[in-house]
């Protein structure tokens, strides 16, 4: 099993910027990836971003030249740095491991609030 534990949410006005963490024990593999998914009121959840055990990394469209993912594999940890933050990036922030595209753990997720 895995266990994972975001942080870093809270309100911050338009444009400016957040940090999450999210950290991961149990049983953590090397070859596992990570990310970052987002579900907004009334909306499905959605991926925000994804780092793979190599490093690869992909983006939502919607936030590609303004959130950066990264890990620190010796602390099985991923982050997401968000800037320029926007109103329609309000959501619920939920932090992801995938094992062999088969097996999926979530944290209990952090909610992030864009507003003036």
């Known amino acids: 099993q895995v266990q994972l534990v975001e942080s870093g949410g809270g309100l911050v006005q338009p444009g400016g910027s957040l940090r999450l963490s999210c950290a991961a024990s149990?049983?953590?593999?090397?070859?596992?990836?990570m990310g970052w998914y987002r579900q907004a009121p009334g909306k499905q959840r959605e991926l925000v971003a994804r780092i793979s055990s190599g490093g690869s990394t992909n983006y939502a469209d919607s936030v590609k030249g303004r959130f950066t993912i990264s890990r620190d594999g010796a602390k099985n940890t991923v982050y997401l740095q968000m800037n320029s933050l926007k109103a329609e990036d309000t959501a619920v922030y939920y932090c992801?491991?995938?094992?062999?595209?088969?097996?999926?753990?979530w944290g209990q997720g952090t909610q992030v609030t864009v507003s003036s």
């Open positions: 992801n491991v995938e094992r062999f595209r088969t097996y999926y753990f």
């Open positions: 149990g049983s953590i593999f090397s070859s596992d990836d």
